[in-house]
Protein backbone atom coordinates (compact mmCIF):
# COMPACT_ATOMS: atom_id res chain seq x y z
CA UNK A 1 0.00 0.00 0.00
CA UNK A 2 2.96 2.09 0.76
CA UNK A 3 5.54 2.70 -1.70
CA UNK A 4 9.11 4.05 0.16
CA UNK A 5 10.40 4.70 -3.54
CA UNK A 6 8.59 7.44 -4.52
CA UNK A 7 9.79 10.72 -5.26
CA UNK A 8 8.76 13.55 -2.95
CA UNK A 9 5.84 15.53 -4.00
CA UNK A 10 3.29 18.05 -2.80
CA UNK A 11 0.19 15.67 -2.08
CA UNK A 12 -1.68 19.10 -0.77
CA UNK A 13 -1.42 21.78 -2.90
CA UNK A 14 -5.01 22.83 -2.07
CA UNK A 15 -6.59 26.41 -1.68
CA UNK A 16 -7.67 26.86 2.25
CA UNK A 17 -9.48 29.70 2.70
CA UNK A 18 -9.17 31.72 5.56
CA UNK A 19 -12.38 31.43 7.05
CA UNK A 20 -11.62 27.07 7.32
CA UNK A 21 -11.70 25.84 10.46
CA UNK A 22 -8.23 24.88 11.95
CA UNK A 23 -6.84 21.81 14.15
CA UNK A 24 -3.95 19.94 14.28
CA UNK A 25 -0.33 21.17 15.55
CA UNK A 26 3.13 20.74 13.00
CA UNK A 27 3.56 17.09 14.44
CA UNK A 28 -0.10 16.47 13.07
CA UNK A 29 0.32 18.53 9.18
CA UNK A 30 3.63 16.76 8.47
CA UNK A 31 2.25 13.39 9.57
CA UNK A 32 -0.78 13.48 7.42
CA UNK A 33 1.43 14.94 4.58
CA UNK A 34 3.72 12.29 5.28
CA UNK A 35 0.99 9.35 4.87
CA UNK A 36 -0.23 10.56 1.47
CA UNK A 37 2.68 11.15 0.64
CA UNK A 38 4.04 7.62 0.77
CA UNK A 39 1.02 6.45 -0.19
CA UNK A 40 1.04 8.49 -3.33
CA UNK A 41 -2.05 9.95 -2.78
CA UNK A 42 -2.86 13.61 -3.42
CA UNK A 43 -5.55 16.19 -3.16
CA UNK A 44 -7.00 18.46 -6.24
CA UNK A 45 -9.43 21.12 -6.24
CA UNK A 46 -10.12 23.69 -3.70
CA UNK A 47 -12.41 23.93 -0.08
CA UNK A 48 -15.39 27.06 -0.21
CA UNK A 49 -15.10 30.23 1.34
CA UNK A 50 -17.31 29.70 3.46
CA UNK A 51 -17.59 28.93 7.69
CA UNK A 52 -20.07 26.66 7.53
CA UNK A 53 -21.09 23.88 4.82
CA UNK A 54 -21.83 19.81 4.77
CA UNK A 55 -19.32 17.80 3.43
CA UNK A 56 -19.91 14.10 2.03
CA UNK A 57 -17.15 12.02 0.59
CA UNK A 58 -17.48 9.01 -1.23
CA UNK A 59 -17.47 6.16 -3.24
CA UNK A 60 -16.77 4.66 0.77
CA UNK A 61 -15.50 0.97 0.00
CA UNK A 62 -12.63 0.28 2.00
CA UNK A 63 -11.03 1.44 5.72
CA UNK A 64 -8.62 2.68 3.58
CA UNK A 65 -10.88 5.88 3.03
CA UNK A 66 -10.30 6.77 6.66
CA UNK A 67 -6.85 6.46 6.95
CA UNK A 68 -6.66 8.92 3.59
CA UNK A 69 -8.82 11.47 4.52
CA UNK A 70 -7.60 12.13 8.58
CA UNK A 71 -4.22 12.39 6.66
CA UNK A 72 -5.48 15.07 4.31
CA UNK A 73 -7.38 16.18 7.04
CA UNK A 74 -4.21 16.77 9.26
CA UNK A 75 -2.52 17.52 6.82
CA UNK A 76 -4.03 20.71 5.68
CA UNK A 77 -4.37 21.57 9.45
CA UNK A 78 -8.50 21.78 9.02
CA UNK A 79 -10.63 21.23 11.84
CA UNK A 80 -13.08 18.95 9.76
CA UNK A 81 -15.73 17.18 12.04
CA UNK A 82 -16.97 14.00 11.21
CA UNK A 83 -19.83 11.72 12.02
CA UNK A 84 -19.55 7.88 12.47
CA UNK A 85 -21.41 5.30 14.00
CA UNK A 86 -21.70 4.74 17.70
CA UNK A 87 -20.39 1.36 18.37
CA UNK A 88 -17.02 2.67 17.26
CA UNK A 89 -17.07 5.28 19.87
CA UNK A 90 -15.63 2.68 22.34
CA UNK A 91 -12.36 2.36 24.71
CA UNK A 92 -9.09 4.05 23.24
CA UNK A 93 -10.26 4.14 19.94
CA UNK A 94 -12.99 6.72 20.97
CA UNK A 95 -11.09 8.94 22.36
CA UNK A 96 -8.83 9.25 19.74
CA UNK A 97 -11.96 9.85 17.30
CA UNK A 98 -12.89 12.11 19.20
CA UNK A 99 -10.03 14.00 19.56
CA UNK A 100 -9.72 13.97 15.26
CA UNK A 101 -13.09 15.44 15.12
CA UNK A 102 -15.08 12.78 15.66
CA UNK A 103 -19.03 12.65 16.48
CA UNK A 104 -20.64 9.73 17.59
CA UNK A 105 -24.10 9.22 15.37
CA UNK A 106 -27.22 6.87 16.43
CA UNK A 107 -28.40 5.72 12.60
CA UNK A 108 -31.82 4.25 13.75
CA UNK A 109 -33.01 7.97 14.42
CA UNK A 110 -32.53 10.11 11.21
CA UNK A 111 -35.16 12.99 11.47
CA UNK A 112 -33.54 13.25 15.25
CA UNK A 113 -30.08 13.49 14.15
CA UNK A 114 -31.04 16.46 11.04
CA UNK A 115 -32.84 18.47 14.22
CA UNK A 116 -29.24 17.83 16.58
CA UNK A 117 -26.65 18.67 13.44
CA UNK A 118 -28.70 21.84 12.80
CA UNK A 119 -28.91 22.78 16.36
CA UNK A 120 -24.82 21.95 16.36
CA UNK A 121 -24.43 24.34 13.40
CA UNK A 122 -27.00 27.10 14.71
CA UNK A 123 -24.66 27.22 17.92
CA UNK A 124 -21.36 27.69 16.05
CA UNK A 125 -19.74 30.32 14.15
CA UNK A 126 -17.67 27.97 11.86
CA UNK A 127 -18.85 24.29 11.44
CA UNK A 128 -17.43 21.74 8.55
CA UNK A 129 -19.16 18.32 9.18
CA UNK A 130 -18.37 15.91 7.04
CA UNK A 131 -19.93 12.71 6.44
CA UNK A 132 -19.99 9.09 3.90
CA UNK A 133 -23.61 9.30 2.30
CA UNK A 134 -23.59 5.80 1.31
CA UNK A 135 -23.85 4.82 5.24
CA UNK A 136 -21.76 1.72 4.54
CA UNK A 137 -18.60 0.24 2.62
CA UNK A 138 -20.53 -2.38 0.59
CA UNK A 139 -22.77 -2.52 -1.93
CA UNK A 140 -26.26 -0.84 -1.30
CA UNK A 141 -29.44 -0.42 -3.32
CA UNK A 142 -28.69 3.69 -2.93
CA UNK A 143 -27.27 6.38 -0.92
CA UNK A 144 -28.79 7.28 3.04
CA UNK A 145 -30.50 11.03 2.75
CA UNK A 146 -29.20 12.38 6.08
CA UNK A 147 -26.46 14.32 4.94
CA UNK A 148 -29.60 16.71 2.46
CA UNK A 149 -31.36 16.33 5.43
CA UNK A 150 -28.61 18.12 7.87
CA UNK A 151 -27.45 20.75 5.10
CA UNK A 152 -31.35 21.67 4.54
CA UNK A 153 -32.12 21.93 8.29
CA UNK A 154 -29.02 24.12 9.09
CA UNK A 155 -29.66 25.96 5.88
CA UNK A 156 -25.61 25.41 4.81
CA UNK A 157 -24.64 24.18 1.10
CA UNK A 158 -23.27 20.65 0.32
CA UNK A 159 -19.57 19.81 -0.50
CA UNK A 160 -19.02 16.82 -2.69
CA UNK A 161 -15.60 15.24 -2.43
CA UNK A 162 -14.60 12.23 -3.79
CA UNK A 163 -11.94 9.05 -3.29
CA UNK A 164 -10.29 8.50 -7.14
CA UNK A 165 -8.67 5.13 -6.43
CA UNK A 166 -7.49 4.10 -10.19
CA UNK A 167 -5.72 7.53 -10.03
CA UNK A 168 -4.90 8.16 -6.30
CA UNK A 169 -6.87 11.23 -6.05
CA UNK A 170 -8.68 12.63 -3.37
CA UNK A 171 -10.97 15.45 -5.52
CA UNK A 172 -12.84 18.17 -3.70
CA UNK A 173 -15.72 19.22 -6.20
CA UNK A 174 -18.29 21.79 -6.67
CA UNK A 175 -19.93 23.23 -3.91
CA UNK A 176 -24.18 22.59 -3.96
CA UNK A 177 -26.62 24.87 -2.99
CA UNK A 178 -29.56 22.74 -2.27
CA UNK A 179 -33.28 23.23 -3.13
CA UNK A 180 -36.42 21.91 -1.75
CA UNK A 181 -36.46 19.29 -4.22
CA UNK A 182 -34.17 16.32 -3.06
CA UNK A 183 -34.98 14.13 -6.03
CA UNK A 184 -33.62 16.72 -8.42
CA UNK A 185 -30.74 17.39 -6.13
CA UNK A 186 -29.31 14.06 -6.14
CA UNK A 187 -30.11 13.95 -9.36
CA UNK A 188 -26.95 16.40 -9.64
CA UNK A 189 -25.36 14.80 -6.71
CA UNK A 190 -24.92 11.57 -8.81
CA UNK A 191 -23.77 13.08 -12.06
CA UNK A 192 -20.99 14.55 -9.90
CA UNK A 193 -19.85 11.40 -8.58
CA UNK A 194 -20.31 8.98 -11.49
CA UNK A 195 -17.15 8.92 -13.03
CA UNK A 196 -15.28 7.87 -9.57
CA UNK A 197 -14.50 4.23 -8.42
CA UNK A 198 -13.56 3.18 -5.21
CA UNK A 199 -10.99 0.48 -4.13
CA UNK A 200 -13.64 -1.83 -4.40
CA UNK A 201 -16.56 -0.40 -6.22
CA UNK A 202 -17.63 2.24 -8.21
CA UNK A 203 -20.38 4.59 -6.05
CA UNK A 204 -23.36 3.38 -4.91
CA UNK A 205 -26.69 4.00 -6.75
CA UNK A 206 -27.62 7.38 -5.27
CA UNK A 207 -30.91 7.24 -5.69
CA UNK A 208 -33.30 4.40 -7.03
CA UNK A 209 -34.60 4.76 -10.19
CA UNK A 210 -37.91 6.28 -10.74
CA UNK A 211 -40.28 3.20 -12.00
CA UNK A 212 -41.64 4.44 -15.57
CA UNK A 213 -45.42 4.48 -16.49
CA UNK A 214 -44.93 0.71 -18.43
CA UNK A 215 -43.67 -0.92 -15.64
CA UNK A 216 -46.21 1.07 -12.80
Known amino acids: ?8 FDPLPVCVPACAPRASSRFGRWFGRTVLRLGGWRMTGGFPDCRKVVIIAAPHSSGWDVVWGLAAKLGLGLGIEFMGKAELFWGPLGWFLRKLGGIPTDRQNPQGLARTMAARFAERDTLWLALAPEGTRRHA ?14 GVPLQCVAFDYPNKAIVVGPLLELSDDMAADLDRIARIYAPYRGKHRPINPVQQPVPSSSQS
Open 141 to 154: PRWKTGFWRIARAA
Open 1 to 8: MIDLRRPV
